[in-house]
Protein backbone atom coordinates (compact mmCIF):
# COMPACT_ATOMS: atom_id res chain seq x y z
CA UNK A 1 0.00 0.00 0.00
CA UNK A 2 1.32 3.48 -0.80
CA UNK A 3 1.49 5.88 1.73
CA UNK A 4 0.37 9.12 0.99
CA UNK A 5 2.62 11.78 1.68
CA UNK A 6 0.16 14.05 3.45
CA UNK A 7 -0.38 11.65 5.88
CA UNK A 8 3.10 11.16 6.98
CA UNK A 9 4.70 12.18 10.39
CA UNK A 10 7.99 13.96 10.98
CA UNK A 11 9.48 15.08 13.78
CA UNK A 12 11.86 18.57 13.80
CA UNK A 13 13.90 19.40 16.57
CA UNK A 14 15.36 22.30 17.76
CA UNK A 15 16.76 23.89 20.37
CA UNK A 16 17.90 27.14 22.00
CA UNK A 17 20.10 28.27 25.06
CA UNK A 18 19.30 31.39 26.61
CA UNK A 19 22.33 32.80 29.23
CA UNK A 20 21.47 35.64 31.73
CA UNK A 21 24.58 37.19 33.61
CA UNK A 22 23.15 36.95 37.04
CA UNK A 23 24.69 40.31 38.00
CA UNK A 24 24.45 42.44 35.03
CA UNK A 25 21.08 40.69 33.20
CA UNK A 26 22.71 40.42 30.00
CA UNK A 27 20.91 37.85 27.88
CA UNK A 28 22.70 35.88 25.37
CA UNK A 29 20.88 33.79 23.32
CA UNK A 30 21.92 30.93 21.06
CA UNK A 31 19.70 28.44 19.06
CA UNK A 32 19.87 25.83 16.85
CA UNK A 33 18.95 22.14 14.76
CA UNK A 34 19.27 18.96 16.81
CA UNK A 35 19.27 15.15 15.42
CA UNK A 36 17.08 12.78 16.57
CA UNK A 37 18.73 9.70 18.16
CA UNK A 38 17.85 6.31 16.83
CA UNK A 39 17.16 5.15 20.41
CA UNK A 40 14.80 8.26 20.70
CA UNK A 41 12.88 7.33 17.59
CA UNK A 42 12.81 3.89 19.31
CA UNK A 43 11.45 5.60 22.63
CA UNK A 44 8.78 7.43 20.44
CA UNK A 45 7.67 3.87 19.28
CA UNK A 46 7.71 2.60 22.59
CA UNK A 47 5.28 5.41 24.14
CA UNK A 48 2.83 4.75 21.63
CA UNK A 49 2.30 1.17 22.34
CA UNK A 50 2.66 2.33 26.17
CA UNK A 51 5.74 -0.39 27.18
CA UNK A 52 6.39 -0.92 30.39
CA UNK A 53 8.73 1.90 31.63
CA UNK A 54 8.13 4.24 28.58
CA UNK A 55 5.05 6.59 30.08
CA UNK A 56 6.88 9.15 31.37
CA UNK A 57 8.23 11.04 28.58
CA UNK A 58 11.09 13.04 28.16
CA UNK A 59 12.18 14.46 31.54
CA UNK A 60 15.82 15.41 31.92
CA UNK A 61 18.86 17.65 29.69
CA UNK A 62 22.31 16.98 30.42
CA UNK A 63 24.81 19.69 29.47
CA UNK A 64 28.43 18.09 28.66
CA UNK A 65 31.76 19.88 27.78
CA UNK A 66 32.99 17.43 24.42
CA UNK A 67 32.39 19.27 20.78
CA UNK A 68 32.83 15.75 19.19
CA UNK A 69 29.92 15.85 16.46
CA UNK A 70 26.55 14.01 17.84
CA UNK A 71 25.65 10.94 15.73
CA UNK A 72 22.27 8.91 15.22
CA UNK A 73 23.98 5.93 16.90
CA UNK A 74 24.22 8.27 20.10
CA UNK A 75 23.21 7.04 23.57
CA UNK A 76 24.64 9.53 25.82
CA UNK A 77 26.97 12.73 25.63
CA UNK A 78 30.42 12.71 24.59
CA UNK A 79 31.82 14.11 27.89
CA UNK A 80 34.44 11.99 29.17
CA UNK A 81 36.55 12.03 33.24
CA UNK A 82 39.91 12.30 31.34
CA UNK A 83 41.42 14.79 28.45
CA UNK A 84 41.95 11.51 27.00
CA UNK A 85 41.31 7.92 27.66
CA UNK A 86 44.15 6.36 29.61
CA UNK A 87 44.79 3.06 27.62
CA UNK A 88 48.21 3.41 28.67
CA UNK A 89 48.17 2.25 33.08
CA UNK A 90 45.09 -0.45 31.94
CA UNK A 91 45.67 -3.16 34.87
CA UNK A 92 46.01 -6.41 32.67
CA UNK A 93 47.28 -9.01 35.93
CA UNK A 94 44.68 -12.06 36.75
CA UNK A 95 42.10 -11.40 38.51
CA UNK A 96 42.76 -12.67 42.03
CA UNK A 97 41.96 -16.37 43.59
CA UNK A 98 45.04 -16.97 46.39
CA UNK A 99 47.44 -14.53 47.60
CA UNK A 100 49.78 -15.30 45.12
CA UNK A 101 47.57 -13.76 42.58
CA UNK A 102 46.53 -11.39 45.27
CA UNK A 103 50.05 -9.84 45.58
CA UNK A 104 50.70 -9.50 41.97
CA UNK A 105 47.25 -8.21 41.02
CA UNK A 106 47.97 -5.72 43.94
CA UNK A 107 51.37 -4.46 43.03
CA UNK A 108 50.37 -3.44 39.65
CA UNK A 109 47.22 -1.60 40.61
CA UNK A 110 49.09 0.53 42.45
CA UNK A 111 52.19 1.16 39.86
CA UNK A 112 49.33 1.36 37.47
CA UNK A 113 47.20 3.78 39.83
CA UNK A 114 50.06 5.95 40.69
CA UNK A 115 51.74 6.84 37.38
CA UNK A 116 47.76 7.16 36.34
CA UNK A 117 46.78 9.84 38.73
CA UNK A 118 49.94 12.45 37.89
CA UNK A 119 49.42 12.35 34.45
CA UNK A 120 48.97 15.34 32.90
CA UNK A 121 48.00 13.67 29.65
CA UNK A 122 44.84 13.03 31.28
CA UNK A 123 44.50 14.77 33.69
CA UNK A 124 43.98 18.46 34.07
CA UNK A 125 46.41 18.59 36.95
CA UNK A 126 48.85 15.95 38.44
CA UNK A 127 47.03 14.30 41.91
CA UNK A 128 50.27 15.06 43.88
CA UNK A 129 47.39 14.29 47.29
CA UNK A 130 46.04 11.09 46.81
CA UNK A 131 49.12 8.74 46.66
CA UNK A 132 49.74 5.00 47.32
CA UNK A 133 52.76 4.49 49.52
CA UNK A 134 51.98 1.54 51.44
CA UNK A 135 54.58 -1.43 50.92
CA UNK A 136 54.35 -3.69 48.18
CA UNK A 137 52.31 -6.52 48.85
CA UNK A 138 54.55 -9.26 49.97
CA UNK A 139 52.61 -11.43 52.49
CA UNK A 140 49.10 -11.20 53.73
CA UNK A 141 49.54 -8.19 56.05
CA UNK A 142 50.83 -6.27 53.34
CA UNK A 143 47.92 -7.10 51.31
CA UNK A 144 45.56 -5.98 53.35
CA UNK A 145 47.32 -2.54 54.27
CA UNK A 146 47.80 -1.93 50.38
CA UNK A 147 44.75 -2.84 49.33
CA UNK A 148 42.48 -0.77 51.84
CA UNK A 149 44.88 2.39 50.97
CA UNK A 150 44.92 1.63 47.62
CA UNK A 151 40.97 1.94 48.17
CA UNK A 152 40.90 4.89 50.46
CA UNK A 153 43.40 6.82 47.88
CA UNK A 154 41.22 6.27 44.02
CA UNK A 155 38.11 6.71 45.90
CA UNK A 156 39.44 10.33 46.70
CA UNK A 157 41.65 10.73 43.38
CA UNK A 158 37.80 10.16 41.93
CA UNK A 159 37.06 13.66 42.98
CA UNK A 160 40.37 15.60 43.56
CA UNK A 161 39.24 19.10 42.97
CA UNK A 162 41.45 20.29 40.04
CA UNK A 163 42.38 17.15 38.34
CA UNK A 164 39.76 15.83 36.15
CA UNK A 165 37.71 17.66 33.70
CA UNK A 166 34.98 16.03 35.28
CA UNK A 167 34.52 14.28 38.72
CA UNK A 168 34.07 10.19 38.08
CA UNK A 169 31.03 9.51 40.03
CA UNK A 170 30.36 6.10 38.85
CA UNK A 171 33.58 4.42 39.58
CA UNK A 172 32.90 3.93 43.18
CA UNK A 173 34.99 0.87 45.10
CA UNK A 174 32.04 -0.36 47.89
CA UNK A 175 33.68 -3.28 48.80
CA UNK A 176 34.28 -3.47 52.07
CA UNK A 177 38.07 -2.88 53.44
CA UNK A 178 40.21 -6.23 53.78
CA UNK A 179 40.24 -8.08 57.10
CA UNK A 180 41.61 -11.19 55.55
CA UNK A 181 42.40 -13.17 52.47
CA UNK A 182 38.82 -13.74 51.35
CA UNK A 183 37.78 -9.92 52.18
CA UNK A 184 41.13 -8.81 50.35
CA UNK A 185 40.65 -10.81 47.27
CA UNK A 186 37.13 -9.31 46.80
CA UNK A 187 38.36 -5.75 47.24
CA UNK A 188 41.36 -5.83 44.92
CA UNK A 189 39.31 -7.77 42.04
CA UNK A 190 36.61 -4.63 42.57
CA UNK A 191 39.75 -2.15 42.66
CA UNK A 192 40.91 -3.56 39.29
CA UNK A 193 37.31 -3.01 37.86
CA UNK A 194 36.57 -0.04 38.86
CA UNK A 195 39.78 1.53 38.07
CA UNK A 196 40.04 0.20 34.75
CA UNK A 197 36.35 1.30 34.08
CA UNK A 198 37.61 4.98 35.59
CA UNK A 199 40.42 4.84 32.66
CA UNK A 200 37.21 5.65 29.81
CA UNK A 201 34.45 7.17 31.76
CA UNK A 202 31.83 8.46 29.89
CA UNK A 203 29.88 11.45 31.86
CA UNK A 204 28.00 14.56 31.82
CA UNK A 205 28.78 17.91 33.38
CA UNK A 206 25.26 18.68 35.07
CA UNK A 207 22.10 17.13 34.50
CA UNK A 208 18.35 18.45 35.80
CA UNK A 209 14.79 17.42 35.95
CA UNK A 210 12.88 19.93 33.41
CA UNK A 211 11.57 23.35 34.85
CA UNK A 212 8.51 22.81 32.26
CA UNK A 213 6.79 21.26 29.64
CA UNK A 214 4.01 22.38 27.56
CA UNK A 215 2.43 21.45 24.22
CA UNK A 216 0.93 24.08 21.79
CA UNK A 217 -0.92 22.43 18.96
CA UNK A 218 1.42 20.32 17.22
CA UNK A 219 5.10 22.07 18.79
CA UNK A 220 6.44 20.40 22.17
CA UNK A 221 8.54 22.56 24.42
CA UNK A 222 10.39 21.53 27.23
CA UNK A 223 12.68 23.56 29.07
CA UNK A 224 15.24 23.03 31.76
CA UNK A 225 17.14 25.62 34.34
CA UNK A 226 20.70 25.39 35.22
CA UNK A 227 21.84 28.19 37.92
CA UNK A 228 25.25 29.50 37.40
CA UNK A 229 26.54 27.16 39.87
CA UNK A 230 25.06 23.91 38.19
CA UNK A 231 26.35 25.27 34.80
CA UNK A 232 30.06 26.59 35.39
CA UNK A 233 31.33 24.70 32.63
CA UNK A 234 32.78 25.68 28.84
CA UNK A 235 29.83 23.98 27.47
CA UNK A 236 29.39 22.34 24.06
CA UNK A 237 26.95 20.14 24.06
CA UNK A 238 23.23 18.82 25.57
CA UNK A 239 20.98 16.91 25.08
CA UNK A 240 17.05 15.73 25.86
CA UNK A 241 16.30 12.53 28.09
CA UNK A 242 13.51 10.31 28.66
CA UNK A 243 12.23 6.51 30.00
CA UNK A 244 11.04 6.09 33.80
CA UNK A 245 15.11 5.15 34.45
CA UNK A 246 15.75 8.79 33.26
CA UNK A 247 17.25 10.35 36.71
CA UNK A 248 19.76 13.34 38.02
CA UNK A 249 21.86 10.36 37.64
CA UNK A 250 24.46 11.17 34.72
CA UNK A 251 23.95 8.58 31.60
CA UNK A 252 20.13 7.82 32.92
CA UNK A 253 17.27 6.65 30.74
CA UNK A 254 17.73 7.05 26.89
CA UNK A 255 18.63 9.86 24.91
CA UNK A 256 16.00 11.60 22.61
CA UNK A 257 18.10 14.32 20.98
CA UNK A 258 21.63 15.45 21.02
CA UNK A 259 23.30 18.48 19.80
CA UNK A 260 26.58 20.55 19.82
CA UNK A 261 26.30 24.34 21.57
CA UNK A 262 29.02 26.14 22.35
CA UNK A 263 28.91 28.34 25.21
CA UNK A 264 31.79 29.15 27.35
CA UNK A 265 30.09 29.70 31.02
CA UNK A 266 33.48 28.20 33.21
CA UNK A 267 33.75 31.36 35.11
CA UNK A 268 29.95 30.89 36.47
CA UNK A 269 28.50 34.41 36.22
CA UNK A 270 25.93 32.98 33.92
CA UNK A 271 22.56 31.43 34.78
CA UNK A 272 21.46 29.17 31.56
CA UNK A 273 18.25 27.81 30.13
CA UNK A 274 17.80 25.70 27.82
CA UNK A 275 14.80 24.86 25.91
CA UNK A 276 14.02 21.85 23.29
CA UNK A 277 11.40 22.54 20.78
CA UNK A 278 10.17 19.43 19.23
CA UNK A 279 7.42 19.90 16.37
CA UNK A 280 5.48 17.28 14.88
CA UNK A 281 4.46 17.82 11.08
Given at each position: ???????????????????????????????????????????????????????????????????????????????????????????????????????????EIKGDYNAHRVSTTFHDAADTTNVVDAANASDLAT???????????????????GVHPLDDTFNEITSDDATDLDTCITLANEIKNDYN?????????????????????????????????????????????????????????????????????????????????????
Amino acid sequence: MKVQKKNSLKLYGRWRLEARHIKTGELIVKDGKNLICTVGKGLVGDLLIDTAGFDTGLTYQAIGISNTAPTIDDTKLNSKVHKADDEVNVVTAADADDLTTLEALLNEIKGDYNAHRVSTTFHDAADTTNVVDAANASDLATSIALANQIKAMFNAHRAQDGVHPLDDTFNEITSDDATDLDTCITLANEIKNDYNAHLAQFTEASRKAATSRSRSVNEITITTFFTAGESTYAIEEAGIFGHSTASVTPDSGIIFSHWLVSFDNSGGVYDITISYILTIG
